[in-house]
């Protein structure tokens, strides 16, 4: 399956059998990012979170204690 990078356009070429390929045939809105690109912006984000004035939310703010 041949895919293009969403920010570098970069063509890579993925097996068919992957769980990303399928995820790419299957759900349209998914987009694919080269490993490259996605090392990028983890390393950016990493910097952002590091300076203070970024908030990042990993997870919701309320927990599943408090649904119990």
């Given at each position: 399956?041949?895919v293009?990078?969403?920010i570098?356009?970069?063509i890579?070429i993925?097996?068919?059998?992957l769980?990303l390929s399928?995820k790419?045939?299957?759900?349209?809105?998914?987009?694919?990012?080269?490993?490259?690109c996605?090392e990028?912006?983890a390393e950016k984000?990493?910097?952002r979170?590091a300076?203070?004035?970024?908030?990042?939310?990993?997870d919701?703010?309320?927990?599943?204690e408090?649904?119990l």
């Amino acid at each position: 399956m041949r895919v293009k990078c969403v920010i570098c356009d970069a063509i890579n070429i993925l097996d068919d059998d992957l769980p990303l390929s399928k995820k790419l045939r299957n759900r349209p809105i998914h987009t694919y990012m080269c490993s490259p690109c996605y090392e990028r912006i983890a390393e950016k984000t990493e910097e952002r979170l590091a300076t203070g004035k970024f908030r990042f939310y990993r997870d919701s703010p309320k927990s599943a204690e408090d649904y119990l």
